[in-house]
């Protein structure tokens, strides 16, 4: 597994909201949507969530702005942070723990809480959006991609991932 590094370059005010389906609502993340939250992050991430974890990297984060979600019903499907980091991206904001449980995937959430995020950077100000992913998580790159994000190569080792996946990209169909 090879993290890979993308750059919104700009102008983010350019990215459109893309239409959610009937039914759902985005909104900012409150205090009662941290259990659930963590719910849809350990089904995402395959890995341990819990309310504390949430907290720490979430909702009560220094340097996370705001923490989207999209719900039906009461129910989160989806969350995103935009993470504020000016002593590493001085100009930049970073789109931070984009999941979706799997009973929305295909619904495009993952690309309209990405950009409500970059949107967010744009309104307070930054020229651009970064976010981390995996290798092998090929639906998040395309949305990335169809974004407008652009593989940034920090290494040669990310040079290398970005090598090998790309051409997989362009003969998946859409």
Request: net charge negative; with cysteine; hydrophobic share 45%.
């Amino acid at each position: 597994m090879t993290q890979l590094f993308m750059t919104h370059p700009g102008p983010l005010s350019a990215l459109q909201l893309p239409p959610l389906a009937e039914g759902l609502e985005l909104r900012a993340a409150g205090p009662d949507d941290e259990s659930a939250i963590a719910d849809v992050l350990a089904e995402s991430f395959e890995e341990e969530w819990d309310v504390a974890r949430v907290q720490a990297q979430l909702t009560e984060a220094s340097d996370v702005a705001v923490t989207w979600v999209v719900v039906r019903d009461g129910a989160i499907l989806g969350v995103a942070s935009e993470r504020l980091m000016p002593e590493t991206y001085a100009d930049a904001g970073y789109v931070h723990y984009v999941g979706v449980a799997r009973s929305a995937r295909g619904l495009r959430l993952g690309a309209v809480l990405t950009a409500r995020c970059v949107l967010g950077f744009h309104e307070r100000g930054l020229a651009t959006a970064v976010l981390e992913t995996d290798d092998f998580r090929v639906p998040a790159v395309i949305t990335y991609l169809r974004l407008g994000f652009i593989p940034t190569y920090r290494s040669s080792d990310e040079q290398v991932a970005w090598s090998a996946l790309l051409p997989t990209l362009f003969a998946t169909k859409p």
